[in-house]
């Protein structure tokens, strides 16, 4: 338990460029508090202390902004980074090494008692505000992009963006988890909408570079017939 613990309080060091000392960390990543009382609301939760649990997690909320259900399995080397608006249900299982963003939501979207929420793999990283609904698996390794709306099962090594949510890059394509954490700048996610501007850009290019071509085919034909009805005028004079 305490090695569990240790490595929650490194992680920021591992993931967050702006982590500079031990009692930085301890004092200030709302992130790591969450994570810190959600271990101890989980414990409560499985003894049987169902009603402090919730308290528990209750109190991490109102302190820190962070909801996690102290029924939620999470793993280990977890972090948060921000904190706030970040909702995780009751059902949600989450691997080692995954990291999350501000305002992100593992919700349900069914009112009955079973897995309704999202299972997350190890090593994936959620970009802030993503919503991530259902009992959908996120694969192993994979990244959701800011703002995403997943709703269906995301394959492992995978590039998620868009609401609804796509898979727009890597699909099934192994890279180093490592890489994959150090990784954090989501100006490398691609953008799908100026992708789609760029296609559109250079089919009118295309078809503008047509029409010159059949505008000169026509412009010569004119003229050929053109010259075909002077020839005859020019004989008879
Ligand atoms: C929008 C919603 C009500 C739709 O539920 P539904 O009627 O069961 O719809 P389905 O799951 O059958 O999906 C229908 C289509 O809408 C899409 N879709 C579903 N939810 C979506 C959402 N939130 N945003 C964008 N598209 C969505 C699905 O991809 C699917 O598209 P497809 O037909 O091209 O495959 C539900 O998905 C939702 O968002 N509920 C909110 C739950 C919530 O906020 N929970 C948080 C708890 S903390």
Excluded: C
Excluded at 37 to 60: D, E, Y
Excluded at 69 to 76: E, K, L, N, Q, W
Excluded at 168 to 197: C, N, T
């Amino acid at each position: 338990m305490w090695s569990i613990l240790k490595e929650d309080v490194q992680v920021p060091f591992e993931r967050d460029p702006a982590a500079r000392n031990l009692v930085e960390v301890l004092v200030s990543y709302p992130g790591v508090h969450a994570l810190l009382l959600h271990r101890f609301a989980h414990r409560l939760w499985r003894g049987g202390w169902k009603n402090l649990g919730r308290f528990v997690s209750h109190l991490s909320r109102f302190l820190t902004g962070v909801e996690i259900h102290p029924g939620a399995t999470v793993g280990r080397r977890f972090f948060i980074d921000h904190g706030m608006g970040v909702v995780i249900g009751e059902t949600t299982e989450i691997g080692d090494d995954v990291t999350l963003f501000q305002g992100v939501t593992l919700g349900g979207i069914s009112l009955r008692r079973e897995k309704r929420h999202p299972t997350v793999e190890d090593f994936v990283v959620i970009g802030a505000g993503a919503t991530v609904l259902g009992p959908v698996v996120v694969g192993r390794n994979s990244k959701i992009g800011s703002g995403s709306v997943v709703v269906k099962d995301v394959p492992a090594n995978a590039t998620v963006v868009g609401v609804p949510g796509k898979v727009v890059e890597g699909d099934g394509v192994h890279r180093d988890p490592m890489e994959q954490q150090i990784a954090l700048d989501h100006d490398r996610l691609p953008d799908p909408m100026a992708k789609s501007l760029n296609n559109l850009a250079e089919y009118i290019q295309r078809l503008e570079k047509r029409v010159n071509e059949l505008d000169a085919k026509q412009g010569g034909l004119e003229q050929r017939q053109r010259e075909e009805v002077e020839e005859p005028r020019r004989y008879k004079n």
